[in-house]
């Protein structure tokens, strides 16, 4: 027994030392040499415009996780979320130029270019982003518009109808007066109607204009009470519950072509699922951003009576008859796309 124990006691210290370390090197040589082939042998960027906590962020992360599960590992994804690889405004081209792989682009940000699927920015009725995701992708599938022409849609999804948060309380149409409100793309307009004063800027910008003062609050989806931390300011929400905002995520047509078929339909079937799975993360947080604005910072939420919200709907029909005008003046079938819209969101 002794004598077994000594013999053991002895191999383990002779194995033990630089032969163990040997062993274990080797074993991870062959490892090293054997994966590649699976880990990262293709690598994507991807950039996104707003900071990593904001919904389009999210949404990125989820799509990296499962793009490089079910591709095995075939595929590193990259990202680049608060504009650090390209910004809001120069997301589109930058795409198409290759100077990211994939990016994610807010369409009502540039509203001359992509008319078709702005339309569901419209004041059409859309209830919350899981219909408005729906919706939107149903309409690009419809019309594949030309401005998509040079890339490759990979998802699309929309934000939740967007309300007034503001430091100062806003009860009826009257309140917003001459109110400094923080507005990008189509909202711009519709503040303008309800008699604010539409102050344009990035989502990214908005932060500073709050604390500064430059604005007395923002119209938009109430998830940044919490992503932004806008409750801290903004104690006060109006609930308008007025239009979305569309979003694409977009790849670079020459990359995409030059992927595996394989990987390729990973991607494509992940595209109504990733729209799908955006909306209602949306939804669902939305709920959250609600919860925690009253408990942890005290935000009164205003609901219009129905005879009030009918007076600010009311200032609204122009903006779709505007649209419908100038979307047919460019050769658009645009009474059929409000048609389909309304169809869709039904
Ligand atoms: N409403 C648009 C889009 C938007 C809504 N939430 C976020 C978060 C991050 C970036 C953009 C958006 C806007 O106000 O810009």
Known sequence: MVKRSFLKRSILKRVGGSTILGLFLSVTCLIALQTPVL????????????????????Q???????????????????????????????????????????????MA?????????????????????????????KLYERYKPKAFENVVVLAMFTNAPGNVMSKVPVRTLEDMKGLDLRASGGAAQILKAWGANPVGMPM?????????????????SLE??????????????????????PFSVIMN??????????????????????????????????????AWSKESN???????????KARWDGKLDFITENWIKGAKEKGLPAEEIIKDIKTYIQ
């Open 204 to 220: 990214p910008a908005t932060v500073e204009a709050l604390q500064k003062g430059t604005v007395k609050g923002l119209f938009s």
């Open 224 to 245: 940044v009470m919490k992503d932004s931390k806008f409750a801290e300011n903004c104690k006060f929400v109006t609930m308008t519950q007025t239009v979305i905002y």
């Open 109 to 137: 940000y540039q509203p001359g270019r992509f008319v078709v699927t702005n339309a569901t920015s419209l004041p059409l009725g859309i209830k919350d982003a899981k219909t408005g995701s729906m919706a939107l992708l």
């Open 39 to 58: 880990a990262g042998a293709i690598k994507l960027n991807y950039a996104n415009f707003p900071p990593a906590p904001t919904f389009p962020c999210v």
């Open 298 to 308: 005290n935000v009164e939420f205003i609901s219009l009576s129905a005879q009030e």
């Open 60 to 106: 990125m992360e989820r799509w990296k996780v499962e793009v490089e599960k079910r591709t095995n590992g075939q595929v590193q994804i990259n990202t680049f979320p608060g504009g650090t690889l390209l910004g809001a405004k120069g997301m589109m081209d930058g795409v198409v130029a290759g100077q990211a792989d994939i990016g994610n682009i807010c």
């Open 253 to 290: 047509k020459g990359k995409w072509n030059s992927l595996p078929a394989d990987v390729q339909k990973v991607m494509m079937d992940l595209k109504q699922e990733q729209s799908l799975w955006t909306g209602t993360y949306m939804d669902d947080h939305i709920k959250r951003a609600i």
